[in-house]
């Protein structure tokens, strides 16, 4: 099984991670950043536009 991810990054701390879209509220909720809490839409976490569109593609 190939498993999917997004990869993140934090526009307040700079911490960046990848997560199983599963594990994601949607691209327009609000997420908030598990190292200093920033709060953003989950879309401001992804680290490119491809993983946005794969964050979109799997919600």
């Not at 911490?15 to 879309?43: G, I, M, Q, V, Y």
Request: net charge negative; aromatic share 8%.
């Amino acid at each position: 099984m190939n498993e999917t991810y997004v990869r993140l990054l934090c526009p307040e701390c700079g911490k960046d991670w990848e997560e199983s879209p599963d594990d994601l509220p949607t691209h327009d909720e609000t997420f908030h950043c598990p190292n200093c809490h920033a709060s953003r839409r989950t879309a401001e976490f992804t680290r490119t536009e491809r993983d946005l569109e794969t964050l979109k593609q799997f919600q």
